[in-house]
């Protein structure tokens, strides 16, 4: 907040594209507000997407600002965590043994982690990808949990700390050294907090170790939602872009992609004290695809937004799979698709 409140200009260049700030106002006019509880608490409505981080020609951090703001807001007791109940429980029973799997063969220094959603909506595609990096590796092992983004974006440091420290010892015991991520949000805090660990998106490993197929029939036409926490990630874009290509289709770029791509409307769970959020972020981005079917790398960000517009994921394309609109499992389904993936044999 004192950085901000020295060194922004209010300049609105990162109000413009935020539906937040332009309630609210610049980071300027948010810090000098100081840390109120009211203040404080209005940090929940801004979805730590970043954006502003990327169009800030001062290279302040405002997201960084709302995120500190979210962790004291926590400290004084001040959030009803009711609100964000359905995403802590999530967390929780993704956390717990019963779901969590380690399949670390002899001499395993690498682990696939595809995180929660992808092995919730696409179990299938989870075993395909680790058979397909077992093979460019075959001492590659999987971890079934979850990084503990949930926790940590809603400014409870405490929690998401054990979990993390809980998660990175385990792996560290077991000689683990590289981590393999799917979803860009444990990429994102896997790099930031598990420094002991090169973390590397599969995208890439696939991309850069197994030659593409020539396909030159590429007359389909997508385009793509880089999503919000691999926004400054180049490598796991272009592998993506790669990807999508290598499986026969031609890519029109959204205006809003690379740096300055959008949230999808779930970042930060401003869903939990702004209803209506989802709908009207995820509406943007259907905007700007106009019918163009929506590729991703975020299983949650595909979930989200093929409610708006047609959307699959980079892994659906790779698996063969692309009915674009095939409706978002029921939580039912997914829990028992990530049961079924800790207990399927994969070796
Ligand atoms: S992180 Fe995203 S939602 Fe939050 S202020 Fe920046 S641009 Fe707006
Ligand atoms: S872009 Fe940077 S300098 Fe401009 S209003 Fe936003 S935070 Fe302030």
Redesign the pocket.
């Known amino acids: 907040m004192i950085e901000m409140a020295a060194n922004c200009t209010s300049c609105g260049e990162?109000v413009r594209?935020?539906s937040?700030?332009q309630q609210q106002g610049t980071?300027l006019a948010l810090a000098q507000r100081g840390t109120t509880d009211s203040n404080l608490l209005a940090a929940y409505g801004?979805?730590?997407?970043?954006?502003?981080?990327a169009v800030c020609p001062e290279q302040l951090s405002?997201?960084g600002m709302?995120h500190s703001m979210r962790q004291e807001a926590v400290l004084r007791g001040l959030v009803d965590l009711k609100a964000y109940a359905p995403w802590l429980s999530y967390e929780k029973l993704g956390t717990s043994l019963f779901f969590q799997r380690d399949l670390i063969p002899a001499g395993c220094s690498t682990v696939f982690f595809p995180g929660c959603s992808l092995p919730g909506t696409r179990p299938d595609a989870v075993q395909e990808l680790f058979k397909r990096l077992r093979k460019i590796e075959p001492t590659t092992g999987l971890v079934l949990d979850c990084c503990g983004k949930i926790s940590h974006d809603l400014g409870l440091t405490e929690r998401f700390t054990a979990l993390f420290e809980r998660f990175s010892t385990r792996l560290k015991n077991k000689g683990i050294t590289r981590i393999l991520t799917a979803c860009p949000g444990c990429s994102k805090v896997l790099r930031k907090y598990g420094e002991q660990f090169e973390v590397v998106s599969v995208y890439e490993v696939l991309v850069s170790s197994a030659p593409l197929p020539d396909d030159q029939n590429q007359n389909r036409l997508v385009t793509i939602h880089d999503p919000c926490p691999a926004r400054f990630d180049v490598a796991q874009q272009t592998a993506v872009r790669q990807l999508v290509q290598s499986c026969g289709y031609r890519i029109e770029e959204l205006s809003s992609h690379g740096q300055t791509t959008r949230?999808c409307g779930q970042?930060?769970m401003v869903e939990g004290c702004v209803p209506g959020t989802i709908r009207q972020e995820s509406r943007i981005v259907a905007t700007e695809a106009a019918g163009r079917p929506v590729i991703s790398s975020c299983a949650a960000c595909t979930d989200t937004l093929r409610a708006a517009t047609p959307s699959g994921h980079v892994v659906d394309l790779l698996t063969n799979n692309t009915d674009f609109s095939f409706k978002p499992l029921s939580s039912a389904r997914r829990w028992f698709n990530r049961l079924k993936l800790k207990f399927t044999r994969l070796t």
Do not use: T
């Open positions: 990162c594209p935020c937040f700030l980071p801004c979805s730590l997407c970043g954006l502003c981080d405002p997201s709302f949230c970042g930060g």
